[in-house]
């Protein structure tokens, strides 16, 4: 993960607008209910991050971004979170955090999640759960990238927003490129070139396992529900060993 294309503070301002808080920040909540020490990798604008500070619980916001960790740190609430900038190489391996959790597709930024696995199985106690989401490939989501399929328009506090995707690469190995225009009103045409890899859920429960989880969990949606071949999501959840 890098700053792009999260480093345009005009789409860092509009990023909780498109993500607003729905039933995957609820069932982040509820895993936090009980938590004393909950790390938030990957937290982005800190949304959801700064709705899990509770009295006595330390609340610890991990992300690459400089522009998005300074408008979470502008936010109300934000002085109760501990802001780290930095990737998975920042996160301390203190093994006492009861929770981990990584939202928004974050893991999906990440080619090698074996090292992030492992880097985050000692950031826990024994016994410490840590949950994330992940796009199913079997759905095939990047074929609909297209132009054609993703053109619209919005009025937003930037002004009326042009936006679309365009498909550059798909590889057999999960990889997709793509690029996401945002033409502004002054015409200029601001495009930001995403990497994601899709990864299958037996490939993810793996790296898991080797990195030190077990009682490996994989639903379809925030209500648990049954994975199936063709599930759009996928949502793990596992204990440190």
């Known amino acids: 993960m890098t700053d792009d294309p999260y480093g345009d503070e005009q789409l860092v301002g509009l990023y909780d607008l498109d993500n607003p808080a729905g039933d995957d920040h609820a069932y982040y909540r509820a895993l936090a209910s009980r938590a004393h020490k909950v790390l938030d990798f990957g937290c982005g604008t800190g949304l959801l991050t ?17 522009t998005m960790l300074d408008y979470a740190r502008r936010q109300p609430g934000a002085e109760a979170v501990t802001w780290i900038d930095g990737d998975f190489r920042a996160v301390e391996q203190a093994h006492d955090a009861d929770l981990v959790i990584s939202t928004g597709n974050t893991i999906m930024h990440i080619g090698n999640q074996a090292d992030v696995f492992s880097t985050l199985a000692n950031a826990l106690r024994p016994g410490g759960v840590i949950s994330f989401e992940s796009r199913n490939p079997a759905a095939r989501a990047w074929e609909q990238w297209t132009r054609e399929a993703t053109y619209g328009e919005r009025d937003t506090p930037a002004g009326h927003l042009v ?7 798909a590889s057999d190995g999960g990889r997709v490129v793509f690029d996401a225009h945002n033409v502004f009103p002054d015409g ?3 495009v930001y070139r ?21 009682n490996i969990t994989v639903h379809a949606g925030w209500q648990q529900e049954t994975l199936s ?13």
């Open 50 to 66: 700064r709705s899990l500070v509770a009295p006595g619980r330390v609340v610890i916001g991990v992300d690459p971004s400089p």
């Open 163 to 169: 936006e679309w995707l365009d498909l550059i690469e």
């Open 188 to 190: 200029h045409d601001a």
């Open 194 to 214: 995403n990497t994601l890899y899709f990864r299958s859920p037996e490939a993810i429960t793996t790296d898991l396992s080797q990195a030190g989880f077990t």
């Open 229 to 241: 071949a063709d599930a759009r999501l996928l949502v793990f959840r596992a204990g440190r060993r």
